[in-house]
């Protein structure tokens, strides 16, 4: 399974931002995707995710700013980021994995795309 994550970039405080996970050589109905994200100085943390496009999973400190969402018919995961806030800049990734469980191993990881909120 290879995963491409796009639609970072540079937004100022109470912005918004979309960021897909494009996924090939499996489909996203099947995976539970995951996005983490990594800032300056600080280990990767959970963000999202989807679980066989049925059931959502969320961090605390997202919760209602960001949605996670599934297209089947495109094979991509989004996560809408409203409101966004300087201390969710960071690099995001999306990742993939075997099974229903948010947390745990995840085999498939794409790039990171960059998000930077600005005060």
């Known amino acids: 399974v290879q995963l491409q994550a796009s639609g970072g970039g540079l937004v100022q405080a109470g912005g918004s931002l979309r960021l897909s996970c494009a996924a090939s050589g499996g489909t996203v109905s099947r995976l539970t995707v995951g996005w983490f994200r990594q800032a300056p100085g600080k280990e990767r943390e959970f963000v999202a995710a989807s679980i066989w496009s049925r059931g959502t999973r969320y961090a605390e400190f997202v919760k209602g700013r960001f949605t996670i969402s599934s297209d089947n018919a495109k094979n991509t995961v989004h996560l809408q980021m409203n409101s966004l806030k300087p201390e969710d800049t960071a690099i995001y990734y999306c990742?993939?994995?075997?099974?229903?469980?948010?947390?745990?191993?995840?085999?498939?990881w794409g790039q990171g795309t960059l998000v930077t909120v600005s005060s």
């Open positions: 990742a993939g994995r075997v099974g229903t469980l948010a947390i745990g191993e995840y085999n498939y």
